[in-house]
Structure formats: structure tokens, C-alpha cells
């Protein structure tokens, strides 16, 4: 009998804990700042735009000033604040330099996204030193940098999340990119090595692998039939993305709903890697 009361009541504690702990405002992003690189175009733009949709204010570290005033427009008009720094993410002191910013104008720092990137396609016996160099120093060496830089932050506030845009290339080789795929695979390592740490800190550090989706970079391959028709052959939903649907899972990512979230890397594909 003492087992079933036992029962009864761990039943009345989860339903308690429930009605208490969980409800649409954990998908809020209020009161926090998302800093998020190369956030002024592309994908960059959509994370920083759904991010203030969210209730986020945001910070954008970019090279080059480069579409700040159409940014700037969309997430004001959501009633977010947001700040620009044109900034060199390789150079060396380029982190410091952005966490002293982002806590001089907003006090604290909640979310990083490590979107900034690049690619650079040759068929690998055409390779060039030059291209490999910066592809990992931009794609892999400064995701590692800002990211150590904001988790000492994170670790002092004992809260905190990193969002990483890892790629179908971090689970596979690809074709005429042997730079972006290693520093893709080199994005997967290091979330699972700052998630295995940083969670004593209360801190979750994740990836988005976006499959195939409707940008400049895929350009030519949409534009090459063949291969075109090769990708679409693998993805059961039988359709490029749009890059609106990569935004759900960035804020899912970045709030307390994701709370217990670490170290996953999250395709975004519509199916392509069960093919």
C-alpha cells in the first residue's frame, strides 16, 4: 500500500513540476543577448532576425560593413536593440575584443553563434595551400577562439549557450571541398569537446547541421543539373530547404527548453543522412 502512495505522489510531484517548470515562455528568449557572427547576410541574418523575434537583443561581429542598415532595420522594427563590430574574427585579439564589447554595451552575454564561414571549391588534386589555410582558420580556428573567450564569461555567470553550424559535411567527405569538410568535422569535434566541459557550468554547446539549402554557396550546385538531381534523389522530402526552416531549431537551441541539450550535433536535412 506505502508503494502505491509512493507512486501517487512522485505522479503528483511530475505533474507539479510540470505545470510549473514548463510552458511556451521557455522558448522565450527575453532578456538575453545573442552574439552572432557574420549575422548581417545569409543564414547569419536569419539566426539574428529570428533570435530578436524571439525577444533577443543581438550583436554581430562581421568583416566589412556589408548590409548593416537592412539588419539593422529588420531587428529594430522588432523592438530588439541590436549592435554591429567590424572586426577581423582570424586576427588574434579579435575575441577579447568582442566579449569586452558585447559586456560594455550589454552587461552580459547569453547566447554565441558561430555562423561565420566560408568555402572554397576544387577538386582535390587542385587543392591550394592559400584556400586550405583560410577556410580552417575562418570555418574551424575561430569558432575555437570565441568560443573558449565567451565560455570564460559563461563559466563566471554559471549559464549560457553555444550554437555551432556544423554541416552534411561534418558526417561525410563531399565532393571538391576537402577544406570546408574537414573544418566541418574539426566543428562536430569541438562541440562535443567544449559540451563534455562545459556543462559542469550549466553551460550547452550544440550544432545545426543544415542539409542542402537555398543560398548563394549552393548556387552552382543547384545550378548543375546532375548533381542537382543527385542530392534531391536523397532527401525523402524531395525538396532544397528554405532557410527560414533552420531558424526553429537555432532558438529551440539557444532556450531554456533546450536546457538538458548537450553536445548533440542536429541535422536539419528533411532526411537526407537516413538515405
Not at 570555418?139 to 554559471?158: G, M, R, T
Request: no cysteine.
Amino acid at each position: 500500500m506505502s508503494e502505491i502512495h509512493e507512486s501517487q505522489e512522485e505522479i503528483r510531484q511530475h505533474e507539479e513540476e510540470l505545470k510549473n517548470n514548463f510552458g511556451m515562455d521557455k522558448f522565450s528568449l527575453k532578456g538575453k543577448v545573442a552574439v552572432i557572427t557574420g549575422g548581417n547576410t545569409g543564414l547569419g541574418q536569419g539566426y539574428a532576425i529570428a533570435m530578436a523575434r524571439a525577444g533577443a537583443d543581438i550583436f554581430i561581429p562581421t568583416y566589412g560593413k556589408k548590409e548593416w542598415e537592412n539588419t539593422r532595420e529588420l531587428i529594430e522594427s522588432l523592438g530588439q536593440s541590436v549592435e554591429f563590430m567590424d572586426i577581423d574574427l582570424t586576427s588574434k585579439d579579435a575575441p577579447k575584443k568582442v566579449v569586452d564589447a558585447v559586456l560594455n554595451k550589454y552587461g552580459h552575454i547569453d547566447i554565441l553563434v558561430n555562423n561565420a564561414g566560408m568555402i572554397k571549391r576544387n577538386p582535390i588534386l587542385e587543392s591550394k595551400d592559400e584556400d586550405w589555410d583560410r577556410v580552417i582558420n575562418i570555418n574551424l580556428n575561430v569558432v575555437y577562439h570565441l568560443s573558449l573567450a565567451v565560455s570564460k564569461e559563461f563559466a563566471k555567470q554559471k549559464s549560457g549557450r553555444i550554437i555551432n553550424i556544423g554541416s552534411m559535411l561534418s558526417f561525410q567527405g563531399g565532393k571538391f571541398i576537402p577544406s570546408y569538410t574537414a573544418s566541418k568535422h574539426g566543428v562536430a569535434g569541438l562541440t562535443k569537446a567544449f559540451a563534455s566541459e562545459m556543462g559542469a557550468y550549466n553551460v550547452t554547446v550544440n550544432a545545426i547541421a543544415p542539409g542542402y539549402i537555398k543560398t548563394e554557396n549552393t548556387a552552382p550546385i543547384r545550378a548543375d543539373k546532375s548533381r542537382n538531381d543527385e542530392i534531391l534523389g536523397r532527401i525523402p522530402m524531395g525538396h532544397w530547404a528554405e532557410p527560414y526552416e533552420l531558424m526553429g531549431p537555432a532558438v529551440f537551441l539557444a532556450s531554456d527548453a533546450a536546457a538538458y541539450i548537450n553536445g548533440a550535433i542536429v541535422p536539419v536535412d528533411g532526411g537526407y543522412l537516413v538515405r
